[in-house]
């Protein structure tokens, strides 16, 4: 149906002015607009004609008042500057709150009923007036990860031209962090910035908690000292004659935010049911599901607008497919932003390489694809990659590995289930999470330090781990020598291994009985990390069997996180056989057949007599280099010698030749 001419002039209105401006009048005639020209004319020479006497009369007064010698202090004209710049402000936020909804909902994909209540909690300081120095509201934002919470936040914000100050609560996440903690939060409370966002509640010490509950309730934070600024920093007052030390610290003006994950009765478990009480608005997301293919969409719009400064870039809509196979129910959307990246980044490269190239189609064919001047070819063969080792590669390693059967099963029964839980999780189905901290027990050499190694690498591939890194340390790691060093000591540790494994071979020295102070504050600092990065880190703990029985009793939390206990045994004579002659291949070298019955002799032997202290593998890795150290000496005197074969000769099969 044709549109009038007067709702086609509406329609215009509403885009120019936005949706509910006062309907202005348009000339729709030549006649019209010279008339209404010749009105606003005749307006601007009165406006001019105002401002010119009002300006003679301010100009008068002010010479009235000099001739009468009285002078205008200029602290008055300070703060009636002040005024008027707050008048204004709340002027600006008041029309930007008027059309905040419809920008979110044009901005933020399936979060109707989240958008409402962040609007409704933003314009709520405006009906109620609030002392300068408190909170201008209070609002718990909660939802599934990747749901859009913070993007919600972040964009009220850009429209209302409010920065964010953001506090990552994981970083104060042992009690010696105090100081920073009350530091970071002065900081962020001097600065201009309209909202004050918390982050990662969990993941704080839970001594700061009650300190961030308080602050949501009040609006101040108690200080346990009396503290002085200097130069943005606050000192602590060492006498009480400092006139103006501050003892409180107060939110002025700020709206307050957290962000979580978490459910609600996690939050309650976690800040009390006091604190969710005294919460005027919480805002919740929920899962982006049923809106995902409208994000992947907005997605690849703004990948669009992107591209344009590289090429004129056509994108099909094959396109989508890649984003929705590359998609991460635990990222959310943030899976599409990272896949946008990757895209970016590879076009860039080829842009590069090829600066005469100006117009290229983008499109998805088992891969992403790009088609320039109707040659297609792959878009990620413009980009190195460091590839991730292959499942099969490990799994062939692992099988390569002498004995150890039990422990092999149990790692690649892992797989198994993590591909159960992703098909779980595809069909909206919870996901039962198993615990894969481990505990290994054995003698040295039994092949520990490996296997951790090889579940670091497969757990990469397999996608549980985001990394694969092996971080190997002992006791001297992580315990410190002073007081307050421990925990940040080892929580540095931690965070080097997130994404991958962290070994921590004798780790019954970690606790030396109950006034071992520091290494208990090691131990405890472990199991909160074991919760933290529960979905990107896995610790193993190594020790001999019986050691190590007693270090679980040392904290009642080790038991429960440590579910696998997996027992590394002592390698038989004929395993260590075998293992002689894989070392001996690795260095491109062989044993020959008459040293086979008498090795077999010798170390089992070894192993009957010497058992925990016999080295196991490493007994077998030392009698190989021994046999080649001896094998140069003999072969410098033949000719035409055997570089490769080790003979009976090169092997010194007796007791005393034992390494310890």
């Given at each position: 149906?044709?549109?009038?001419?007067?709702?086609?002039?509406?329609?215009?209105?509403?885009?120019?002015?936005?949706?509910?401006?006062?309907?202005?009048?348009?000339?729709?005639?030549?006649?019209?607009?010279?008339?209404?020209?010749?009105?606003?004319?005749?307006?601007?020479?009165?406006?001019?004609?105002?401002?010119?006497?009002?300006?003679?009369?301010?100009?008068?007064?002010?010479?009235?008042?000099?001739?009468?010698?009285?002078?205008?202090?200029?602290?008055?004209?300070?703060?009636?500057?002040?005024?008027?710049?707050?008048?204004?402000?709340?002027?600006?936020?008041?029309?930007?709150?008027?059309?905040?909804?419809?920008?979110?909902?044009?901005?933020?994909?399936?979060?109707?009923?989240?958008?409402?209540?962040?609007?409704?909690?933003?314009?709520?300081?405006?009906?109620?007036?609030?002392?300068?120095?408190?909170?201008?509201?209070?609002?718990?934002?909660?939802?599934?990860?990747?749901?859009?919470?913070?993007?919600?936040?972040?964009?009220?914000?850009?429209?209302?031209?409010?920065?964010?100050?953001?506090?990552?609560?994981?970083?104060?996440?042992?009690?010696?962090?105090?100081?920073?903690?009350?530091?970071?939060?002065?900081?962020?409370?001097?600065?201009?910035?309209?909202?004050?966002?918390?982050?990662?509640?969990?993941?704080?010490?839970?001594?700061?908690?009650?300190?961030?509950?308080?602050?949501?309730?009040?609006?101040?934070?108690?200080?346990?000292?009396?503290?002085?600024?200097?130069?943005?920093?606050?000192?602590?007052?060492?006498?009480?004659?400092?006139?103006?030390?501050?003892?409180?610290?107060?939110?002025?003006?700020?709206?307050?935010?957290?962000?979580?994950?978490?459910?609600?009765?996690?939050?309650?478990?976690?800040?009390?049911?006091?604190?969710?009480?005294?919460?005027?608005?919480?805002?919740?997301?929920?899962?982006?599901?049923?809106?995902?293919?409208?994000?992947?969409?907005?997605?690849?719009?703004?990948?669009?607008?992107?591209?344009?400064?590289?090429?004129?870039?056509?994108?099909?809509?094959?396109?989508?497919?890649?984003?929705?196979?590359?998609?991460?129910?635990?990222l959310g959307i943030h899976s599409f932003e990272l896949t946008s990246q990757e895209i970016l980044h590879?076009?860039?490269?080829?842009?590069?390489?090829?600066?005469?190239?100006?117009?290229?189609?983008?499109?998805?064919?088992?891969?992403?694809?790009?088609?320039?001047?109707?040659?297609?070819?792959?878009?990620?063969?413009?980009?190195?990659?460091?590839?991730?080792?292959?499942?099969?590669?490990?799994?062939?390693?692992?099988?390569?590995?002498?004995?150890?059967?039990?422990?092999?099963?149990?790692?690649?029964?892992?797989?198994?289930?993590?591909?159960?839980?992703?098909?779980?999780?595809?069909?909206?189905?919870?996901?039962?999470?198993?615990?894969?901290?481990?505990?290994?027990?054995?003698?040295?050499?039994?092949?520990?330090?490996?296997?951790?190694?090889?579940?670091?690498?497969?757990?990469?591939?397999?996608?549980?781990?985001?990394?694969?890194?092996?971080?190997?340390?002992?006791?001297?790691?992580?315990?410190?020598?002073?007081?307050?060093?421990?925990?940040?000591?080892?929580?540095?540790?931690?965070?080097?291994?997130?994404?991958?494994?962290?070994?921590?071979?004798?780790?019954?020295?970690?606790?030396?009985?109950?006034?071992?102070?520091?290494?208990?504050?090691?131990?405890?600092?472990?199991?909160?990390?074991?919760?933290?990065?529960?979905?990107?880190?896995?610790?193993?703990?190594?020790?001999?069997?019986?050691?190590?029985?007693?270090?679980?009793?040392?904290?009642?939390?080790?038991?429960?996180?440590?579910?696998?206990?997996?027992?590394?045994?002592?390698?038989?004579?004929?395993?260590?056989?075998?293992?002689?002659?894989?070392?001996?291949?690795?260095?491109?070298?062989?044993?020959?057949?008459?040293?086979?019955?008498?090795?077999?002799?010798?170390?089992?032997?070894?192993?009957?007599?010497?058992?925990?202290?016999?080295?196991n593998g490493r007994l077998a890795r030392n009698k190989v280099e021994e046999a080649i150290l001896k094998?140069?000496?003999?072969?410098?005197?033949?000719?035409?010698?055997?570089?490769?074969?080790?003979?009976?000769?090169?092997?010194?099969?007796?007791?005393?030749?034992?390494?310890?």
């Open positions: 149906m044709k549109k009038s001419r007067q709702q086609e002039i509406e329609e215009l209105q509403e885009k120019v002015f936005g949706k509910g401006a006062p309907k202005r009048n348009i000339p729709t005639s030549m006649n019209e607009m010279m008339e209404q020209a010749r009105k606003a004319q005749i307006d601007l020479e009165k406006v001019e004609k105002t401002n010119s006497y009002l300006n003679d009369l301010l100009a008068q007064q002010i010479k009235d008042m000099q001739e009468m010698n009285i002078e205008i202090p200029s602290s008055s004209l300070e703060a009636f500057q002040k005024e008027m710049e707050q008048d204004i402000k709340k002027e600006n936020i008041s029309h930007s709150l008027a059309t905040l909804e419809d920008v979110l909902q044009a901005n933020v994909i399936g979060q109707e009923v989240a958008i409402q209540a962040l609007v409704k909690a933003l314009k709520r300081p405006t009906l109620i007036k609030n002392e300068a120095n408190e909170s201008l509201n209070s609002i718990l934002v909660l939802g599934p990860k990747g749901s859009g919470k913070h993007e919600l936040v972040e964009e009220a914000a850009k429209h209302l031209n409010a920065s964010i100050v953001t506090l990552d609560l994981s970083k104060y996440a042992t009690q010696e962090a105090e100081n920073i903690w009350i530091q970071d939060i002065y900081a962020a409370i001097s600065k201009p910035g309209s909202i004050l966002l918390f982050d990662n509640p969990e993941s704080c010490f839970s001594g700061f908690l009650p300190v961030l509950t308080e602050f949501f309730k009040t609006g101040r934070i108690l200080l346990k000292k009396r503290y002085k600024e200097n130069k943005g920093q606050l000192q602590e007052a060492t006498t009480s004659l400092v006139s103006d030390a501050l003892d409180t610290l107060s939110a002025q003006g700020h709206y307050l935010f957290l962000v979580t994950d978490l459910k609600k009765n996690k939050i309650v478990d976690l800040l009390g049911i006091e604190f969710m009480n005294s919460l005027s608005d919480i805002v919740e997301t929920t899962s982006m599901e049923t809106s995902k293919q409208a994000w992947i969409q907005k997605e690849i719009r703004t990948l669009k607008e992107k591209s344009e400064t590289l090429f004129e870039t056509e994108i099909d809509d094959s396109l989508q497919t890649y984003y929705v196979n590359k998609y991460n129910p635990s590879a076009l860039s490269q080829y842009r590069l390489e090829n600066s005469d190239v100006q117009k290229i189609r983008l499109y998805y064919q088992e891969d992403c694809q790009i088609e320039v001047s109707g040659k297609q070819m792959p878009l990620f063969s413009f980009v190195s990659k460091v590839e991730s080792v292959d499942i099969e590669s490990i799994k062939k390693e692992l099988n390569d590995i002498v004995g150890l059967q039990e422990v092999k099963k149990y790692v690649l029964s892992l797989e198994d289930n993590f591909r159960i839980q992703k098909l779980r999780e595809k069909q909206g189905l919870k996901t039962a999470s198993v615990s894969k901290h481990m505990i290994f027990t054995g003698n040295p050499g039994t092949g520990k330090t490996t296997i951790a190694r090889l579940i670091a690498q497969y757990l990469r591939a397999i996608g549980i781990l985001s990394g694969g890194q092996l971080i190997e340390v002992t006791r001297a790691d992580l315990v410190g020598k002073y007081v307050g060093h421990t925990a940040p000591l080892t929580m540095q540790v931690i965070q080097s291994a997130v994404g991958g494994v962290l070994f921590i071979d004798e780790a019954y020295s970690l606790f030396r009985g109950k006034e071992d102070s520091f290494g208990l504050e090691c131990i405890d600092t472990i199991v909160k990390a074991i919760e933290d990065y529960r979905d990107n880190l896995i610790v193993i703990l190594a020790g001999y069997k019986k050691e190590m029985n007693d270090f679980l009793e040392s904290n009642s939390g080790l038991k429960s996180r440590f579910p696998n206990i997996i027992d590394f045994k002592d390698y038989t004579a004929e395993e260590l056989v075998q293992i002689s002659c894989s070392i001996a291949k690795s260095k491109d070298y062989y044993i020959s057949e008459e040293c086979k019955q008498p090795l077999f002799e010798y170390y089992e032997k070894i192993q009957n007599d010497k058992n925990k202290m016999s080295g094998q140069s000496s003999r072969l410098i005197h033949e000719e035409n010698p055997n570089l490769q074969e080790l003979l009976l000769c090169d092997f010194q099969l007796d007791e005393s030749s034992f390494v310890q």
